[in-house]
């Protein structure tokens, strides 16, 4: 009893591992579940324009880290004749183009595509917080800033509602004079940072993208950033609202300069933008970055192994089918896992075509094996003998259907030679011991059981979970581990059975 507690334990162990590594390689890579699913993906475009002066030129744009919101899938730069690369700074990335001299018009372009996500509150998150930086006004404009926080303090609670405060006191359709008079002296933005700051509450403006499909020459609007417990809350300057817009983008975080241009002037800056929808799976090739569980993934393979293993992974798709259909249906098969082989054969080839050519080749084997058993030749060099017949005679159908124009001579290079030799061999026995009955009930077995294993192996699904989650493999291992305690009655012994109930 405390033998079948362990080994239940151990299928439920492997169960669980399956599921929570495939649902961990889903959340942290991104893979998609299922095949054929698209996500959405923004094409960004930021073309600079300035007039060179002959002198070298060096041109410097701030480019999105991690906006919240979304994820980087691909970036690159157009930039004829110029140099270019990606500069990690304390203020950010940043992209510089360098040349050594250059006069002129002057256009630039740095494209990135991105796709949205939902973890804009996790990215916003700052494990040190900042501190408010330090306003300095004149004496009027202190006295001012002064009043317009005690009246917001009144009327709020939290740094969010301080800010929300500020601004309608600074929106109002007739201002006062102390929200005229700073108003006159700061833009909205800029003043409300300003505030916030002089009050002890860290702020910034940051400058974000409001993404349409379509469009072309947008700029980069204003947004005010409050830092409200460990994260920070974009807020409208001119409603108040709080929180991150659908499809827009926080594009300049850094405080810094957004452009600079060295060696040139009149400097300007437009963004293009346009939606389209790509195949998941390829997005996630895209994103593919080595760690954690990407070292575990077959995408870091060459293209070629990652062929083989496509098809390796099947495998156990069809041990799991012959598992089920001998044990638990009951059809006999002739071998264990030959069918399995023949199914896997058949993916590269066409079905009717593949099974045309096994019982082409069995059938002729069948034949040669019945004139080698008159010879009594040993069992080693029987099979060895088979072996290079069934050779000789996939060649000679492989010549006499490239001849005739039918792919079918030259699908069946594909089938595992040995084994169809032993299976000849096996068949040769049975027919021997148990006569040709026995042998047509296991030849239709094995044909009728790969072809089941290949119309499961086929479908688009199977293929997509055994390569990209390959720790599912460990569910199809407690389920073989599970049947192989089965003793009951198989299926197709209930008919031989059932005679028996109906005479009692």
Known sequence: MKSKSAFYIVVLILVLTGLGLAWLRHVNLDIPL??????????????????????????????????????????????????FSIVDTPAGRRAEWTRRSARGDQTLYYKVQMIPETDAAKKSEVKQPPNPETVYWDPLQATAAHQLEEQAWEKSSTP???????????????????????????????LLMRLLNHAGIAARVSMGLELQDA???????PILEVFDQDRWVPVDPRTGTHGLPENLLLWHRSGKSLLDVNGGSNSEIHFSMIRQTLPAMDLARLQFHEGGLSRLSLYSLPIEEQSVFKLLLLL????????????????????????????LSF????????????????????????????LNLLMVARISTLIV??????????????????NLGLTITFFPMIIIAWTIERMSILWEEEGSREVLIQGLGSLSVAVLAYLCMRMPIVRHL????????????????????????????????GVMRNNG
């Not at 929106?171 to 800029?190: C, F, M, V, W």
């Not at 993916?347 to 008159?374: D, E, M, N, P």
């Not at 017949?389 to 039918?406: A, K, P, Q, R």
């Open 389 to 406: 017949l069934v050779i000789f005679l996939t060649s000679m159908i492989s010549v006499i259907g490239y001849e005739l124009g039918v």
């Open 34 to 83: 299922v095949p054929g699913r698209t996500r959405p993906v923004w094409h960004i475009e930021a073309r600079i324009d300035f007039v060179a002066e002959g002198e070298p030129v060096k041109v410097n744009l701030d480019l999105p880290g991690s906006p919240p919101g979304f994820a980087q899938v691909s970036e690159q730069a157009a930039s004829t004749g110029y140099g």
């Open 215 to 221: 469009r072309r020459y947008q700029s980069l609007k």
């Open 316 to 343: 156990p798709v069809g041990a799991l089918i012959i598992t089920f259909m001998r044990i638990v249906i009951g059809i006999r098969t002739s071998g264990t896992f030959m069918p399995v082989l023949i199914a």
């Open 347 to 374: 993916l590269q080839t066409q079905l009717v075509q593949g099974i045309a050519a096994f019982v082409i080749i069995v059938a002729l084997g069948l034949l040669l094996r019945g004139y080698l058993s008159r």
């Open 466 to 497: 055994t390569f990209n989650f390959p720790e599912i493999h460990l569910i199809l291992l407690a389920g073989i581990l599970t049947m192989g305690q089965y003793t009951g009655y198989k299926l197709t012994e209930l008919k031989r059975f």
């Open 160 to 190: 969010i509602s301080f800010a929300r405060e500020l601004i309608k006191q600074l929106t109002a359709s007739e201002p006062d004079q102390n929200a005229s008079l700073l108003l006159s002296q700061y833009p909205l933005p800029e």
